[in-house]
C-alpha cells in the first residue's frame, strides 16, 4: 500500500471519530454562554439528553480559569451523593436537583475572578466521558466620574478636565463632545478583580475666553443602555481685567450725580476695589460706594484723572479715566426742550403773520368799491356809502361831496350811484374824496390826496357852512333822471356831521 493510501485513510478515520464526538458531545445540553455582576448568584444548566442504552455513572463540573488549567468544584454520584473538593468554592457551589440526568448547579456571592469556563462532564457506559461548556462573563457596572480642573490662564497645555470610568468589565470607552480647540487620550489599567479602569484627560492652552465654556465626557459599556454623559464648565483663572464706564465726556460745570463704574472681568471673584485719583486726593464732591464713584456735583476740583485698582488671589489690574470739565451756563438736557420752545414761537408767529395779512388785504378790498380795472368788488347784500375823510376839529363831520354807491336787495351784485350835487357846489371840480374813491389811483397816490384833503378840509370846512347855512338840519336829496339811477329818497337820512347814510343797510 502506497503511502498516499495511507494518508487518506488516515483522514478518513480521524473525520469519523470527529463527526461521533460532536453527535455524543450534542447529548450533553449546556448554555454557551452566561453573564453575572459581582456579590450575585447564577445557575450553570446541564442534562444529558437520548441516554438510550448509554449508562451513566458519575457527573462532574470543572472551572477552567485560564485554558488546560481545570479545577473540580463539584461531583455527584448515584450511590455516593454530592461532593465540593474546591476550597475557593466551598459553600457558594450547589446541586439545584441532584440527579444524574439534570446536574445544574447554582454559584452563590459570585466574584470577578469567577469568570471564565465551565464544563459539565459526564462519566458513561460503554462510550466513555461525554461533556459541554458554558462560559460565565462577569460583568462590571463602571464607577463613572468626570470633573473640570481648575486651571490658570498661560501659554502652555494642561489638562482642564478628567474622566474616569473605575472598576468595570468589560471596559469602558470614552469620548469628548466640545467645540473647545483641544485634544484628549485614555489610558486603561487592570485592577486585581479583573475589573478595567479607564482614564481620559482633555488638553488646552487655557485662556480667559475659555472659562465657562462647556465639554461633555460620554462613556460607553456593555452594561450601560446607553453613554453616561457629563457636562462641564472649564474653569479657567485669571488675574482682573478692568475697565471703568459711565463717562460720556459730557461733565460741564454744576452738572449732578455723574457716575462711573469700575467693572473687572476676574476669575476668582475679585476681594478688593479701591479708587484712587493720580492727584492723591479724592474731591469733596465725591462720593464712593465699593465699584460705584459718585461725582454729586461737577466743579474743577473733578477735572482730574481717576484710578480704579481690583485685585483677587491670582493679582490686580487697574484702570485710568481721564475726566475733563466743561463751561455751560445751561444744562444741555434741556436742548431739546429748548428748540422745541423756539420752533413753536416761529410757526406761531409765522401763523399769525399769515392772520394777519389776510385781514389786512381783505379790509383793503372792502374799503374801495371798485378794484384797479374798473370791476366791482364784493360787498354782499349791503350798501356802502362814502362820506367825508375826517372829522373837523370841533368834532363835526366833514361834509360828503363825492358820489354814493348803494347796493340793491331786489338786485344782488349791482352798486347804483346816487347824485349828491348840491346848488352851491360847481359838479366839474372834484374833490380830493372823489379822485380817492373813483379807484383810478394806487395806494401811494391815495395817500398823497388825504394828507392834501386834510389841510384842504379845515380851510373850506366854515365856507362849506355858509354854503349851506340855508338848509334845514336833513338834506334833501334830489333826482337826477338823466345822471343817476333813481332810488328811494326816503330810505336815505341826513346826519348832523354832514353826512348821509342808508336806513336799511350802512358798511361805514
Same mark, same amino acid.
Given at each position: 500500500?502506497?503511502?498516499?493510501?495511507?494518508?487518506?485513510?488516515?483522514?478518513?478515520?480521524?473525520?469519523?471519530?470527529?463527526?461521533?464526538?460532536?453527535?455524543?458531545?450534542?447529548?450533553?445540553?449546556?448554555?454557551?454562554?452566561?453573564?453575572?455582576?459581582?456579590?450575585?448568584?447564577?445557575?450553570?444548566?446541564?442534562?444529558?439528553?437520548?441516554?438510550?442504552?448509554?449508562?451513566?455513572?458519575?457527573?462532574?463540573?470543572?472551572?477552567?480559569?485560564?485554558?488546560?488549567?481545570?479545577?473540580?468544584?463539584?461531583?455527584?454520584?448515584?450511590?455516593?451523593?454530592?461532593?465540593?473538593?474546591?476550597?475557593?468554592?466551598?459553600?457558594?457551589?450547589?446541586?439545584?436537583?441532584?440527579?444524574?440526568?439534570?446536574?445544574?448547579?447554582?454559584?452563590? /456571592?459570585?466574584?470577578?475572578?469567577?469568570?471564565?469556563?465551565?464544563?459539565?462532564?459526564?462519566?458513561?457506559?460503554?462510550?466513555?466521558?461525554?461533556?459541554?461548556?458554558?462560559?460565565?462573563?462577569?460583568?462590571?457596572? +463602571?464607577?463613572?466620574?468626570?470633573?473640570?480642573? +481648575?486651571?490658570?490662564?498661560?501659554?502652555?497645555?494642561?489638562?482642564?478636565?478628567?474622566?474616569?470610568?473605575?472598576?468595570?468589565?468589560?471596559?469602558?470607552?470614552?469620548?469628548?463632545?466640545?467645540?473647545?480647540?483641544?485634544?484628549?487620550?485614555?489610558?486603561?489599567?487592570?485592577?486585581?478583580?479583573?475589573?478595567?479602569?479607564?482614564?481620559?484627560?482633555?488638553?488646552? #492652552? +487655557?485662556?480667559?475666553?475659555?472659562?465657562?465654556?462647556?465639554?461633555?465626557?460620554?462613556?460607553?459599556?456593555?452594561?450601560?443602555?446607553?453613554?453616561?454623559?457629563?457636562?462641564?464648565?472649564? #474653569?479657567?483663572?485669571?488675574?482682573?481685567?478692568?475697565?471703568?464706564?459711565?463717562?460720556?465726556?459730557?461733565?460741564?460745570?454744576?452738572?449732578?450725580?455723574?457716575?462711573?463704574?469700575?467693572?473687572?472681568?476676574?476669575?476668582?471673584?475679585?476681594?478688593?476695589?479701591?479708587?484712587?485719583?493720580?492727584?492723591?486726593?479724592?474731591?469733596?464732591?465725591?462720593?464712593?460706594?465699593?465699584?460705584?464713584?459718585?461725582?454729586?456735583?461737577?466743579?474743577?476740583?473733578?477735572?482730574?484723572?481717576?484710578?480704579?485698582?481690583?485685585?483677587?488671589?491670582?493679582?490686580?489690574?487697574?484702570?485710568?479715566?481721564?475726566?475733563?470739565?466743561?463751561?455751560?451756563?445751561?444744562?444741555?438736557?434741556?436742548?431739546?426742550?429748548?428748540?422745541?420752545?423756539?420752533?413753536?414761537?416761529?410757526?406761531?408767529?409765522?401763523?399769525?403773520?399769515?392772520?394777519?395779512?389776510?385781514?389786512?388785504?381783505?379790509?383793503?378790498?372792502?374799503?374801495?368799491?371798485?378794484?384797479?380795472?374798473?370791476?366791482?368788488?364784493?360787498?354782499?347784500?349791503?350798501?356802502?356809502?362814502?362820506?367825508? /375823510? /375826517?372829522?373837523?376839529?370841533?368834532?363835526?363831520?366833514?361834509?360828503?361831496?363825492?358820489?354814493?354807491?348803494?347796493?340793491?336787495?331786489?338786485?344782488?351784485?349791482?352798486?347804483?350811484?346816487?347824485?349828491?350835487?348840491? +346848488?352851491?357846489?360847481?359838479?366839474?371840480?372834484?374833490?380830493?374824496?372823489?379822485?380817492?374813491?373813483?379807484?383810478?389811483?394806487?395806494?401811494?397816490?391815495?395817500?398823497?390826496?388825504?394828507?392834501?384833503?386834510?389841510?384842504?378840509?379845515?380851510?373850506?370846512?366854515?365856507?362849506?357852512?355858509?354854503?349851506?347855512?340855508?338848509?334845514?338840519?336833513?338834506?334833501?336829496?334830489?333826482?337826477?333822471?338823466?345822471?343817476?339811477?333813481?332810488?328811494?329818497?326816503?330810505?336815505?337820512?341826513?346826519?348832523?356831521?354832514?353826512?348821509?347814510?342808508?336806513?336799511?343797510?350802512?358798511?361805514?
Amino acid at each position: 500500500m502506497s503511502d498516499f493510501t495511507m494518508i487518506n485513510c488516515c483522514l478518513i478515520l480521524g473525520a469519523c471519530l470527529l463527526s461521533s464526538q460532536v453527535v455524543w458531545s450534542q447529548r450533553v445540553r449546556v448554555e454557551y454562554e452566561v453573564t453575572a455582576y459581582p456579590n450575585s448568584s447564577v445557575n450553570l444548566r446541564c442534562e444529558f439528553i437520548n441516554s438510550g442504552n448509554t449508562k451513566l455513572t458519575q457527573v462532574s463540573w470543572m472551572f477552567e480559569r485560564v485554558e488546560g488549567d481545570r479545577h473540580n468544584i463539584a461531583v455527584f454520584h448515584p450511590n455516593y451523593g454530592a461532593s465540593f473538593p474546591n476550597k475557593e468554592f466551598e459553600g457558594r457551589v450547589n446541586f439545584t436537583r441532584g440527579s444524574l440526568e439534570n446536574p445544574s448547579i447554582r454559584i452563590d /456571592k459570585l466574584k470577578m475572578a469567577d469568570a471564565g469556563r465551565y464544563i459539565c462532564e459526564y462519566a458513561t457506559y460503554p462510550s466513555g466521558n461525554e461533556q459541554g461548556t458554558t462560559t460565565l462573563i462577569m460583568l462590571a457596572k +463602571p464607577k463613572n466620574s468626570a470633573t473640570a480642573i +481648575p486651571v490658570r490662564a498661560g501659554p502652555s497645555e494642561v489638562v482642564v478636565a478628567s474622566c474616569v470610568a473605575a472598576q468595570g468589565k468589560p471596559e469602558a470607552t470614552i469620548s469628548w463632545i466640545t467645540t473647545i480647540a483641544g485634544r484628549y487620550n485614555n489610558t486603561s489599567v487592570p485592577e486585581v478583580d479583573g475589573t478595567v479602569t479607564v482614564k481620559s484627560e482633555f488638553r488646552m #492652552v +487655557p485662556t480667559p475666553a475659555e472659562n465657562g465654556k462647556e465639554l461633555t465626557c460620554l462613556v460607553t459599556q456593555r452594561t450601560q443602555s446607553e453613554p453616561k454623559s457629563f457636562t462641564l464648565k472649564l #474653569v479657567v483663572e485669571y488675574p482682573p481685567t478692568v475697565t471703568i464706564d459711565g463717562y460720556d465726556n459730557n461733565w460741564y460745570m454744576g452738572r449732578t450725580d455723574a457716575v462711573l463704574t469700575c467693572e473687572a472681568d476676574a476669575n476668582p471673584e475679585p476681594t478688593e476695589i479701591t479708587w484712587t485719583t493720580t492727584s492723591g486726593q479724592m474731591p469733596p464732591s465725591v462720593r464712593v460706594e465699593h465699584n460705584r464713584l459718585l461725582v454729586r456735583k461737577v466743579d474743577e476740583t473733578v477735572n482730574t484723572t481717576f484710578v480704579c485698582e481690583v485685585k483677587n488671589r491670582l493679582g490686580a489690574g487697574k484702570k485710568e479715566l481721564s475726566a475733563t470739565v466743561i463751561e455751560s451756563t445751561e444744562d444741555p438736557s434741556s436742548a431739546g426742550v429748548v428748540a422745541g420752545a423756539i420752533l413753536g414761537s416761529f410757526l406761531a408767529l409765522v401763523l399769525v403773520g399769515a392772520l394777519v395779512t389776510v385781514l389786512v388785504m381783505r379790509s383793503r378790498r372792502q374799503q374801495h368799491g371798485y378794484s384797479g380795472d374798473g370791476e366791482q368788488s364784493a360787498y354782499g347784500n349791503k350798501t356802502r356809502l362814502f362820506g367825508g /375823510k /375826517k372829522a373837523s376839529k370841533n368834532g363835526t363831520g366833514a361834509n360828503n361831496n363825492g358820489p354814493i354807491y348803494t347796493y340793491r336787495e331786489s338786485d344782488p351784485g349791482a352798486l347804483t350811484e346816487k347824485c349828491n350835487e348840491f +346848488p352851491h357846489m360847481t359838479a366839474s371840480t372834484p374833490t380830493a374824496h372823489d379822485i380817492l374813491l373813483s379807484g383810478e389811483l394806487n395806494e401811494a397816490e391815495r395817500r398823497k390826496f388825504d394828507a392834501l384833503n386834510d389841510s384842504l378840509e379845515e380851510e373850506e370846512e366854515e365856507e362849506r357852512y355858509d354854503r349851506f347855512s340855508g338848509l334845514p338840519p336833513s338834506y334833501q336829496i334830489h333826482r337826477h333822471e338823466d345822471e343817476c339811477a333813481p332810488y328811494l329818497d326816503d330810505d336815505m337820512e341826513s346826519q348832523r356831521d354832514g353826512s348821509i347814510i342808508s336806513r336799511t343797510a350802512i358798511y361805514v
